[in-house]
């Protein structure tokens, strides 16, 4: 067993490190008041001096912890009232344990002993950066949330809002989503085509899959880039070259054409899904299956079909969610008579602002998650089926 020893790092290590830590955090608040240079320099001067006397000076780490924690919780109330305490809080509570946290050396513990100093890094880098893109990429979502109970018909917060008050928090656009009929006839129509659509995804995804798998298939490279291609080629070609071709057969402005276009866009997700799924599949299983007596049809529902199922569920749930949230195709495809969701919000967008767009966003973000963490689920199920993961 390899013993790590941890040692306490200077103050004129930790204070810089603090110090842009401390910008950053100025930055967004700066920002947020129109002055983000003053910003920058109040946070990284602030949290140096913290870092400076907390191990020079007072050295107590628990009693520091919660003077940080307080003390910024008392400057966000005094500078912006509730919300502020809510932000200084958060803020205290991350410096009183960053600067401890690089101070007695504790980042070390779970890196190897003989790791250099550039190695190190480069290992917090990498995931400083991940956090920041995962940031940026959950905050308009985050913002989007709160907004679908403001009281007001605004897109922005009120003060109300801002104050923490009841009166500027309402249902009101849950309830004018559940009981107009124009969105509720929205829903039903997406509620009707991302099924469908579904289906036929997984069961053309599925047998694609398997039988691209197997190598005696001639130029199943060239087939599988083919098939893909709805993920690779921008959405706005395959909506105009669809709305060409279902034309000419008729589909365009049915509730088929719809389905058989978000089918085609729900393929690729199946295909991929699959053919990860049967990279760890045991080829002898069906040869034994093939040997005992069963038929084809035997053998792909009682051999093949319960350890690849974790992989069709996993793409039958992208497929049904690229088709629930798809608004380019059906633009071209649809007519009136199939306006999905996403299309009534663009509608809601373009033609009249309309604050009920906020609580059915929200309403698909809580769906998509419960969607993904399945989608999750499935895949660690089958790992474990395919021995990579402990049970």
């Not at 829903?187 to 997984?202: E, K």
């Not at 669809?242 to 276009?261: C, D, H, I, N």
């Not at 799924?277 to 079909?305: C, E, I, K, W, Y």
């Amino acid at each position: 067993m390899t013993l790590t020893i941890i040692e306490p790092k200077p103050v004129s290590f930790v204070a810089p490190v603090v110090a842009v830590a401390g910008a950053f955090c100025g930055l967004l608040v700066g920002t947020a008041h129109d002055n983000p240079l003053l910003g920058v320099a109040i946070g990284a001067v602030l949290t140096a001096v913290l870092a400076f006397v907390w191990l020079s000076v007072f050295r107590n780490e628990r009693a520091a912890r919660w003077l940080t924690f307080l003390g910024f919780g008392a400057v966000g109330f005094a500078y912006a009232g509730v919300p502020g305490v809510v932000i200084g809080l958060a803020f205290g509570a991350f410096f009183g344990w960053f600067i401890f946290w690089l101070g007695e050396g504790r980042y070390r513990a779970k890196l190897p002993p003989y790791s250099t100093g550039m190695q190190v890094f480069l290992h917090f880098l990498f995931r400083v950066l991940c956090g920041a893109i995962f940031i940026f990429l959950i905050t308009p979502i985050l913002v989007v949330m709160p907004l679908s109970f403001n009281a007001e018909n605004f897109f922005t917060f009120t003060p109300e809002m801002l104050r923490f008050d009841p009166e500027g928090y309402s249902l009101k656009h849950y309830r004018d989503f559940f009981t107009n009929s124009d969105w509720q006839q929205a829903m039903w129509n997406s509620l009707s085509i991302a099924p469908m659509a579904t289906i036929l995804s997984v069961g053309f995804g599925t047998l694609a899959a398997i039988g691209l798998s197997s190598e005696h298939v001639p130029f199943r490279r060239a087939i599988m880039a083919v098939l893909i291609s709805p993920m690779i080629v921008p959405l706005i070609i395959s909506a105009a070259g669809m709305y060409f071709f279902y034309s000419r057969l008729g589909l365009q402005g049915t509730y088929w054409g719809v389905v058989l276009a978000h089918a085609a866009l729900g393929i690729p997700f199946v295909i991929i899904t699959v053919t990860a799924t049967l990279v760890g599949f045991d080829r002898s299983l069906t040869r034994a299956a093939a040997n005992m007596g069963a038929n084809p049809v035997t053998t792909f529902f009682r051999v093949q079909m319960p350890l690849i199922l974790p992989g069709v569920i996993s793409g039958g749930l992208f497929a049904f969610i690229t088709s629930f949230d798809e608004v380019v195709v059906v633009l071209f495809v649809g007519s009136a008579g199939q306006k999905t969701l996403p299309w009534q919000m663009f509608i809601g967008l373009r033609e009249q602002i309309s604050p009920t767009i906020l609580a059915v966003a929200t309403i698909l973000v809580v769906i998509s998650i419960a969607l993904l963490t399945t989608v999750e689920l499935l895949r660690r199920r089958s790992e474990r089926l395919r021995g990579m993961s402990p049970g």
